[in-house]
C-alpha cells in the first residue's frame, strides 16, 4: 500500500510561516489527487487543502484560502503545504492523503481517502 510520510510540523507563534512536506512512495503523487486534512483535539477530521494529479488544480476550505497554498514536487515525489499567516484555530494534526481513485480529480471528502499519513503536529501559540 501507499505511504506517506509527513514532517515540517512544530511550533509557531500567531502570523508565522510554517511548510508541512508529504513524501509518497512510488509515484503517488503523479497518479491520484492528493490532500492536507487536519484535526483538532474533540474535533473531525477537516479538509484543508486538495491538488489534482497534474497540479493544474488547486482548492482550498474558506478558513485557509488566501493563507495556505498547496503545490507538488513531482521529482522529489513530495507534496507541500505552505502555511502563511497562522492562527491559533490553525492549531491541529495535519494529515496527508492519498485518493482512493484516479477518477476523483479533487480529493475534499475523508470518504474518498485511500491512504492517510501517520500526522503532523502544528501548535500557533497567540
Known amino acids: 500500500q501507499v505511504q506517506l510520510v509527513e514532517s515540517g510540523g512544530g511550533l509557531v507563534q500567531t502570523g508565522g510561516s510554517l511548510r508541512l512536506s508529504c513524501a509518497a512512495s512510488?509515484?503517488?503523487?503523479?497518479?491520484?489527487?492528493m490532500a492536507w486534512f487536519r484535526q483538532a483535539p474533540g474535533k473531525e477530521r477537516e479538509f484543508v487543502a486538495t491538488?489534482?494529479?497534474?497540479?493544474?488544480?488547486?482548492y482550498y476550505a474558506d478558513s485557509v484560502r488566501g493563507r495556505f497554498t498547496i503545490s507538488r514536487d513531482t521529482g522529489k515525489n513530495t507534496v507541500y503545504l505552505q502555511m502563511n499567516s497562522l492562527k491559533p484555530e490553525d492549531t491541529a494534526v495535519y494529515y496527508c492523503?492519498?485518493?482512493?481513485?484516479?477518477?476523483?480529480?479533487?480529493?475534499?471528502?475523508?470518504?474518498?481517502?485511500?491512504?492517510w499519513g501517520q500526522g503532523t503536529q502544528v501548535t500557533v501559540s497567540s
Open positions: 512510488g509515484r503517488t503523487v503523479s497518479d491520484y489527487a
Open positions: 492523503a492519498v485518493s482512493g481513485s484516479s477518477l476523483i480529480s479533487l480529493l475534499t471528502r475523508s470518504l474518498d481517502v485511500r491512504s
Open positions: 491538488i489534482n494529479r497534474s497540479a493544474s488544480n488547486t
